[in-house]
């Protein structure tokens, strides 16, 4: 059965860095795309980008592109989600999902989300 | 980017009754339409994709119709636990997007 595993979550403060991960497990890892996908109120769900681990080629939302960088360890089989300095805007559920072989493909399964709270 | 609209943004319905969601897009996306189903405090769950087609292990009650710009979701006769929040996403340009979700609730 194919995983998702998100870090738990995280409260910071603005201008922090922070990192979250995701762990994928019960499928070839390489061979499917993760996607980061966040979740307010305000905006409800929005991508933000994606990765293909088997050669980390990275696709970003063209709103979001340079505040969050997406990476992954294949050899671990994770993704992860960074910020640099984060923003109380950036308070969201995140979730990290897996799509298909190609960038542009339905999300199955989503992770279970990580909760970011950025607050002074 | 493609701009994706679901109506109404809430839906009272009665269990066992029919419910039917609506989602338009800005652009034609093709048959590159999913569904998703998201209860309270729980992530996501695929239902539909390639707009029509039901996702693994998804009842039949759950039905969808559509390509271009016009889609439709359709719950046949809706159970207790199909009080929920639903989306529609198309997947046919970067960047992918989202509805902003249709809530259906007890009537």
């Known amino acids: 059965e194919v995983h998702l595993v998100q870090s738990g979550a995280e409260v910071k403060k603005p201008g922090e860095s922070l990192k979250i991960s995701c762990q994928g497990s019960?499928?070839?890892?390489?061979?499917?795309?993760i996607a980061w996908v966040r979740q307010t109120p305000g905006k409800g769900l929005e991508w933000m980008g994606a990765?293909?681990?088997?050669?980390?080629?990275?696709r970003y939302s063209p709103s979001l592109q340079g505040h969050v960088t997406i990476s992954a360890d294949k050899s671990i089989t994770a993704a992860y989600l960074q910020w640099s300095s984060l923003k109380a805007s950036d308070s969201a559920m995140y979730y990290c999902?897996?799509?298909?072989?190609?960038?542009?493909?339905?999300?199955?399964?989503w992770g279970q989300g990580t909760l970011v709270t950025v607050s002074s | 980017e493609t701009v994706m609209t679901q109506s109404p943004a809430t839906l009272s319905v009665s269990p066992g009754d029919r419910a039917t969601l609506s989602c338009r897009a800005t652009?034609?996306?093709?048959?590159?339409l999913a569904w998703y189903q998201q209860k309270p405090g729980q992530a996501p769950r695929l239902l539909i994709y390639?707009?029509?087609i039901r996702a693994t292990n998804i009842p039949a009650r759950f039905s969808a119709s559509g390509s271009g710009t016009e889609f439709t979701l359709t719950i046949s006769s809706l159970q207790s636990e199909d009080f929920a929040a639903y989306y529609c996403?198309?997947?046919?340009?970067?960047?992918?997007?989202f509805g902003q979700g249709t809530k259906v609730e007890i009537k």
């Open positions: 999902a897996r799509l298909g072989s190609y960038a542009t493909s339905p999300i199955d399964p």
């Open positions: 019960g499928y070839r890892f390489t061979d499917y795309w």
């Open positions: 990765i293909y681990p088997g050669d980390s080629e990275t």
């Open positions: 652009q034609s996306v093709s048959s590159d």
């Open positions: 390639g707009a029509y």
């Open positions: 996403q198309h997947y046919n340009n970067w960047p992918p997007t």
